[in-house]
């Protein structure tokens, strides 16, 4: 077993994991830490050290809120341990790998956690690479900077340092990727054959790197799962970046809401002041998020990706069949009609003619759909038209406990790491064996960009073709196993898909 591996730094041992024959390396140094001087500027390289260097636990979570003190369903589900370490040096990442020598060229995995770009990280226990590496493909779990510390813009940072003054977690994020091109061979992985994969503000985080052509040759596939998130009856998409100029200006206001008047002033609070500060400012403004400062973020991801105007990649997406429900909140069908009106304005009538439209469902409203499928779809359907490949699933089985949450936003998690084992939901054999062929279908993509081949009982798993308008395929993971569906989209997503997609086209 590759239990001791040389990096471009220095030597590191790992630890066994649950399965011997997998090596856990976790908590290893990519970047200097981002702290002092290096707050807020992009990741600079890391330290040589002399000797073996223990790498058997996580490095400390970004600066983010305290996890496990509320009782909401992520406290319930992983974020559960209020005295995990936490510290401003954070730019740590993990490798399993079962190679027993460093010549055996294994896919690689590159996962980006989500969490809003405000909280999340590697150490997640949803996150064990374990079972992945067991299937033959190296696993990398890349921490980044969030909130504040990672995606503060302001004029004085743009002034002292134009090469790179925002979007530092996605700069952590790229240099996580060109480290996995440096070193990973050591681990037994191919730097040809890397997938980058996230949910959420991860798979968010896929689609801005997959956007910036510097990019072009640390990856070749992605996973994006439940990122694309345009409310279909809303004039705004979650997870567009503003222009740096105008994000400039919410960094002056935090600057005045800390005290402060200069950038080195910022730089000398201590982190944890910095980070409970910010929780306050958040109570009555919005957070930093990925910004266009024309560097590493261009654009719209979502819209250039669809042009082609992105670094050339087989995608897989998809989205969990009870998140993010999106709706008209109409009083009568005189107000729907209003609203429908003002949203779809020539189109309207074709809306309202559609039955679906006029069906209210209590405490949401009218024409329930989920923004997140149809703009899936959308984009898949744009992509296809330029002749690239991707792969749609919908994940919408039954999720057990006494919260009866649905399929809810992340989870699949469980699933596609089939790590479910670590979960506290009464999941029976049934779900296990889901998570089995979900795991397998994610592993078989990795390996080459299609997710169809054989079990791990070396039975063909259930025919996944790729997605496009007139041959629409997307694979249900549901209760009882993997099934795909070829039916199209009933005519209220088609609608609703239809005007992302005329949406998408405007965007730049």
């Not at 400390?60 to 009782?71: A, E, N, R, Y």
């Not at 790998?97 to 590159?110: C, F, I, N």
């Not at 997938?195 to 798979?203: E, L, P």
């Not at 998809?318 to 779809?344: H, V």
Request: proline share 6%.
């Amino acid at each position: 077993m590759l239990r001791q591996v040389k990096t471009e730094n220095g030597w590191i041992h790992g630890i066994e994991a649950a399965d011997p024959r997998i090596t856990a390396f976790k908590g290893i140094p990519f970047a200097a830490p981002p702290v002092d001087k290096n707050r807020w500027r992009a990741p600079q390289p890391c330290e040589n050290w002399e000797g073996v260097r223990e790498t058997v636990r996580f490095g400390p979570i970004s600066m983010q809120w305290v996890p496990g003190l509320g009782d909401d369903i992520y406290c319930r589900e992983w974020h559960v341990d209020p005295e995990i370490p936490m510290s401003e040096d954070c730019l740590y990442l993990n490798v399993w790998t079962g190679a027993k020598s460093a010549d055996e060229k294994r896919p690689v995995l590159v996962w980006f956690f989500g969490g809003g770009l405000q909280c999340g990280y590697t150490a997640e226990m949803e996150f064990d690479g374990e079972r992945i590496a067991r299937r033959g493909i190296v696993v990398v779990t890349v921490n980044y900077r969030v909130g504040a510390l990672g995606f503060l813009t302001h004029p004085q940072i743009t002034a002292e340092q134009p090469e790179a003054p925002a979007n530092f977690g996605n700069l952590d994020q790229q240099a996580g990727l060109r480290w996995v091109q440096r070193n990973i061979a050591a681990f037994g992985g191919d730097p040809a054959n890397v997938t980058i994969a996230g949910q959420s503000a991860g798979g968010g985080s896929v689609m801005t790197q997959l956007a910036c052509k510097d990019n072009a040759g640390l990856f070749s596939k992605t996973v994006v799962m439940s990122a694309m998130i345009f409310d279909p009856y809303m004039r705004r998409e979650i997870g567009r970046p503003e222009l740096l100029k105008d994000a400039e200006k919410k960094g002056e206001d935090f600057f005045a809401f800390l005290g402060v008047k200069t950038l080195e002033e910022a730089r000398a609070i201590d982190a944890v002041t910095l980070q409970r500060s910010y929780e306050q400012y958040m109570q009555s403004h919005i957070p930093f998020f990925t910004v266009q400062d024309d560097l590493i973020c261009t654009g719209d991801p979502i819209a250039l990706y669809v042009k082609g105007d992105c670094v050339d990649v087989t995608m897989m997406a998809g989205n969990t069949g009870s998140e993010f429900p999106n709706s008209i909140d109409a009083d009568s069908e005189e107000k729907l009609a209003a609203d429908a009106r003002r949203l779809f304005g020539d189109k309207a009538d074709v809306f309202l003619a559609i039955p679906e439209a006029k069906q209210k469902t209590e405490g949401l409203g009218y024409a329930v759909a989920s923004g997140i499928e149809c703009s899936v779809k959308g984009v898949l359907t744009l992509a296809a038209e330029t002749g690239r490949k991707g792969y749609c699933y919908c994940f919408d089985p039954d999720i057990p406990g006494w919260d009866h949450p649905g399929t809810f936003h992340s989870s699949d998690l469980w699933f596609f790491f089939e790590s479910l084992a670590k979960c506290w939901r009464p999941f029976t054999g049934r779900h296990y064996d889901l998570a089995r062929q979900m795991c397998d279908y994610f592993c078989n993509f990795i390996r080459t960009g299609d997710p169809n081949g054989k079990d791990l009982n070396g039975e063909p798993l259930p025919l996944w073709n790729t997605w496009s308008a007139d041959a629409p395929c997307t694979m249900r993971f549901l209760g009882d196993g993997a099934k795909a569906s070829a039916d199209p989209l009933p005519p209220l997503k088609q609608f609703l898909s239809d005007r992302i997609v005329d949406r998408i086209r405007t965007l730049g």
